[in-house]
């Protein structure tokens, strides 16, 4: 079992940042691969990133691409999302999730464990 916690969500003007944190605990999250998702009122969860369990490989949505950078600490069971030049469409509950593999995974039924979701707002 892994339990994941996020934290490092907030209120930001548009074309701020923020860095989103995802704290792993039970077991060693070298092993699993990793992604963040995003879940604005009204609409669906949809993917944002993901990183390869080594942190040698990264995908990126489409919204997030020049923007948004995906990064883990293995050592600190911990993994990142950097969010800059951001928007009020990318106001959300953002998720990290985790599943034990080697590569990356685009959907949320490919992950196994989940966070409780760290709010981010974005004002315009």
């Known amino acids: 079992q892994v339990q994941l916690v996020e934290f490092g969500g907030g209120l930001v003007q548009a074309g701020g940042s923020l860095r989103l944190s995802c704290a792993a605990s039970?077991?060693?999250?070298?092993?699993?691969?990793m992604g963040w998702f995003r879940q604005a009122p009204g609409k669906e969860r949809e993917f944002v990133a993901a990183?390869?369990?080594?942190?040698?490989?990264?995908y990126y949505a489409d919204s997030g691409k020049g923007r948004f950078t995906i990064s883990r600490d293995n050592a600190k069971n911990t993994v990142y999302l950097q969010m800059n030049s951001l928007k009020p469409e990318d106001t959300a509950v953002y998720y990290c999730?985790?599943?034990?593999?080697?590569?990356?995974?685009?959907?949320?039924?490919?992950?196994?464990?989940w966070g409780q979701g760290t709010q981010v707002t974005v004002s315009s």
């Open positions: 990183i390869s369990r080594s942190g040698g490989s990264t």
């Open positions: 039970g077991r060693t999250l070298s092993t699993y691969a």
């Open positions: 999730a985790a599943r034990y593999g080697s590569s990356w995974y685009l959907t949320i039924d490919q992950y196994d464990y």
